[in-house]
C-alpha cells in the first residue's frame, strides 16, 4: 500500500517553533512527530511513502533518507514554490498507479486507515474522506453526507448558522489513481477548496469515512501542548513510550535527579536531564534530553525542547520551550507563552498568555511583569 504524506507547509501558526524546523519535525514524546506517522502507517500495511517536501526539506530528508531505518521506503518530491495540497499530489503522479492515502503532515491520529480502505472498496468509492466530529466546525472544513455516507456537499469554515453536522475532514484521504487528472500540473491546487467539489460537479463518487478515534491537528502551540497532555494522560501511552521506568515517570539514560526533587508523573525526561534540589515537575510534561533545572525550580503541564536550561526558582507552567533556551533565576513563564530555540529569559520576568519570545532573542532582566 502507498502513502502520499503532505509536508511542505509553512507551520505558520506553530511559529516560533517552526522557525528552525519544519511541523512534521516538531518533537512530540521527543521524537519528531512524523516518526510516529511512520509507525502507524508501518502499523497499517504501508510500506511506500511519499513526501511532499516545500519548506525546509533538507531536514526531513536528512533525518529520514530513504526510509530503511524506519522499516519503509521513501521517496521525495520536492516543489519549488507552493503547489497546495492537491497540486503536491499531482506532482507524484508517475509513481501512483493503485489506491493511495494522502495525510495532512500535521494531524496526530488512530483513525483505522485498514476500515477505511475496506470502507472505500465496498462502496466502490473514487474517493474517500476520513471525517472526524469536532466542537468547533466554523474553523475546519465541513462535510455534508447522505445517510449511505455519499458527500453531497463541503462548506469550508462555515458560519455557526451554516453549521448543518459536526463532522469535518480530518485531512486523510483514500484515492483512486485516475482522480489525479483533474489537478492541473505545476499549479497551486488544494483539495477541500478545488478537486472535491470539482468531484462532486462531475458526479463521481466521494464518500465520507466517519471515524470516532483520536484525532488533533497539531498546527498551534495550544494544540502542541494538548496532544502532548492527551498522549500522556492516555491508556495508550505505554505501547508509544514502553513500560515506565516508575509509576507514570519514564526516564532517560543518565539522569541525575537530586534526593529532594520532586517528580509527579505523568512525566517523560529524556537522556541526561538534571533535577536540583527541591525542584519540581508535575506531569503531563516533557523534558527534552540535557535539560538542566536549577534549585526550587517548577515545571507543570509544559514541554521543553532539548538542552533547555532553568536558574533557581523558576515557575514554568503551559508552555513549550525551545531547543537550548535558558530561563534566568526566578522567571515565571506561565499559562501559554513559547520561547524560541536558544532564546534567553533574563531573570525575574514575569511572562504569560500568548507572549512569544523569538529563536535567539534575549529579554533583559527585570523587562516585563505581569
Ligand atoms: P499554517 O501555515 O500554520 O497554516 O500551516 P501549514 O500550511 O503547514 O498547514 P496547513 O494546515 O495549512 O496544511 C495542511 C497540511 O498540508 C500540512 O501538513 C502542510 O504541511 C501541508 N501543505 C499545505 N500546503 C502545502 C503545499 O503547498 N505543499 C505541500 N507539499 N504540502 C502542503
Redo the contacts with the bound molecule.
Sequence with gaps: MKAVI?????????RPLTCNIP??MVPILNRPFLEHVVEYLRGHGVRELFL???YMPDKIQKHFGDGRGFGISITYAM?ES????A??VKNLEEHLNDTFFVL???TFTDLDLSAMLAFHKQRKARATIAVTPVENPTVYGVVETNSQGEVHRFVEKPSWEAVTTNMVNA?CYLLEPELLQHIPPRT?FMFEYGLFPALLKLGTPLYAYPSRGYWI?I?TPQKYLQVHKDLLLSKAIAKILGEPTHKTVWLGEGCQIHSTAEVSGPVLLGEGCVLGPRSRIKGPAVLGPGCIMGESSSVEEAVLWRGVRIGKGVNIRKCVVGENASIGDSAWIIEGPVIGDNASVGSGNKLKNDFILWPGKTLKPDSISF
Design positions: 503532505l509536508v511542505g507547509g509553512e507551520g505558520t501558526r506553530l511541523k512534521p511532499a517536501l516545500c516543489e507552493p503547489l497546495g495540497t497540486g503536491a495532512n503532515g500535521d485531512g497551486y491537528d498546527g
